[in-house]
């Protein structure tokens, strides 16, 4: 073979080795893809299941169904119900942090108002869904001392959050940390504990009335301690 030829031999071996790698990643890329496509649907299912019937109802079975896939797809992803249901839950309690603190960095840089705020919490960070899982799992978990573990590290990051999301809000208002983290339970005790009456004697007219007395002290509280100011988007606020 001429040296010619043999360095075309080469280039066509190189470029074939260089196309199958190619072919090889992005055939890598679409399986988690689709993997993580799956997980994210089993998640949602099972966060449903247990909202609609409750935690002792939901299984695997059902959660496949709800999800659209096998239950070996399922299996395939989570060793057993318990293992999903921890996963579920976590992203679930995560990302009601992330809201109670994405709404408290809005409220102090006056990207929103107080209304908005608390009505931010009610939906975002307090809605049935969040408040009526969590129920279920603390009802679960004592007779279950993995899903026990789990809730109690979720519910110590959740209250870290809160704690750190006072710091925040509260941060010009003259507080201690005490006593910022006592200002916090009032806000996110009134909203939980006003969501659990709501499941159980729905009353959207006295719901809307109980947010309005927590706006107004809001209101009374950081704007007559020179915190923030009521208009939305205002220079003057000393947080910025």
């Given amino acids: 073979m001429s040296l010619k030829n043999l360095i075309k031999s080469l280039i066509t071996i190189l470029v074939f080795i260089k196309h199958e790698d190619e072919m090889q990643r992005t055939e890598r890329r679409s399986q988690q893809q689709r993997s993580s496509e799956m997980t994210e649907k089993l998640r949602t299912a099972t966060i449903q299941l247990i909202t609609e019937v409750g935690y002792v109802n939901t299984n695997t079975v059902n959660i496949s169904s709800r999800a659209g896939v096998s239950r070996g797809a399922l299996l395939h992803h989570y060793a057993n119900k318990s293992d999903l249901v921890i996963d ?46 969590t129920i279920d799992i603390m009802i679960a978990a004592r007779g279950d001392k993995k899903l026990a573990q789990h809730l109690d590290t979720s519910l110590a990051e959740m209250f870290t959050a809160y704690r750190a999301a006072a710091a925040v809000l509260f941060k010009n208002a003259g507080l201690n940390a005490a006593q910022q983290e006592v200002a916090m339970t009032v806000i996110v005790s009134l909203l939980r504990g006003l969501r659990v009456q709501e499941m159980m004697r729905p009353d959207a007219e006295l719901a809307e009335a109980v947010r309005k007395a927590l706006k107004l002290l809001l209101k009374t509280a950081l704007v007559a301690n020179n915190t923030l100011v009521p208009e939305r988007g205002s220079s003057k606020n000393p947080n910025l």
């Fill in 88 to 133: 579920a839950t976590s992203k679930m309690w995560k990302y009601s942090i992330l809201a109670t603190q994405l709404l408290c960095k809005k409220l102090t840089n006056c990207e929103m108002d107080i209304d908005a705020f608390v009505d931010g919490l009610w939906r975002e960070s307090f809605n049935e869904t969040y408040v009526s899982v």
